[in-house]
C-alpha cells in the first residue's frame, strides 16, 4: 500500500488544482475540491473542465488502488447543473473488474448533496505495478 499512496499522492496536477484526496483502496476513492476563482469559467460557474479533473482524479486514484498500473482508454462526463461556488465531492465506484480491464462510475456532488455530474471511466490494466513510478 506505501507504493499506492505514493503514487496517488503524487498527483501534481489534482494537487495544482485544490483536489483533497480524502480516501482510497479496493478500487474506490473519494476527494473534494474547494471552488475557488480559478475553477470558474467566463460565465461565473465551475469550469467543465475543472469538474472533469476532479473526477479523473479519483478515477485514477481508485483505479490504481490495487497496486497494477491502470491506464484510461475510454472516458466520458455529463453534466447535470452549473455550481458556482462552494465544495464539489467526488467518489469513485468499481463496477468491474478483470485482469485486463477495470471500469467505474464517478458522480459529482455539490455541498447541498446534489448530483451535478457523471464520470464514467474504463481502463487498461498494465502488468507493471505502479511502486515502479514512484519515487
Same mark, same amino acid.
Given at each position: 500500500?506505501?507504493?499506492?499512496?505514493?503514487?496517488?499522492?503524487?498527483?501534481?496536477?489534482?494537487?495544482?488544482?485544490?483536489?483533497?484526496?480524502?480516501?482510497?483502496?479496493?478500487?474506490?476513492?473519494?476527494?473534494?475540491?474547494?471552488?475557488?476563482?480559478?475553477?470558474?469559467?467566463?460565465?461565473?460557474?465551475?469550469?467543465?473542465?475543472?469538474?472533469?479533473?476532479?473526477?479523473?482524479?479519483?478515477?485514477?486514484? +481508485?483505479?490504481? =488502488?490495487?497496486?497494477?498500473? $491502470?491506464? *484510461?482508454?475510454? !472516458? @466520458?462526463?455529463?453534466?447535470?447543473? +452549473?455550481?458556482? =461556488?462552494?465544495?464539489?465531492? $467526488?467518489? *469513485?465506484?468499481? !463496477? @468491474?473488474?478483470?485482469?485486463?480491464? +477495470?471500469?467505474?462510475?464517478?458522480?459529482?456532488?455539490?455541498?447541498?448533496?446534489?448530483?451535478?455530474?457523471?464520470?464514467?471511466?474504463?481502463?487498461?490494466?498494465?502488468?507493471?505495478?505502479?511502486?515502479?513510478?514512484?519515487?
Amino acid at each position: 500500500m506505501d507504493d499506492v499512496k505514493r503514487f496517488v499522492e503524487n498527483d501534481r496536477f489534482a494537487k495544482h488544482l485544490g483536489v483533497d484526496m480524502l480516501e482510497y483502496g479496493n478500487g474506490r476513492a473519494k476527494a473534494s475540491m474547494v471552488i475557488q476563482d480559478h475553477h470558474l469559467n467566463s460565465a461565473g460557474t465551475v469550469h467543465g473542465g475543472a469538474i472533469f479533473a476532479l473526477a479523473d482524479a479519483v478515477f485514477s486514484a +481508485a483505479s490504481n =488502488s490495487h497496486g497494477t498500473l $491502470a491506464m *484510461a482508454i475510454n !472516458v @466520458s462526463i455529463s453534466y447535470f447543473k +452549473a455550481v458556482s =461556488s462552494g465544495t464539489l465531492t $467526488a467518489t *469513485a465506484e468499481e !463496477v @468491474s473488474l478483470n485482469p485486463k480491464l +477495470a471500469t467505474y462510475l464517478i458522480p459529482v456532488f455539490d455541498d447541498e448533496g446534489t448530483q451535478i455530474a457523471l464520470f464514467q471511466g474504463t481502463v487498461y490494466r498494465k502488468k507493471d505495478g505502479v511502486g515502479q513510478f514512484v519515487k
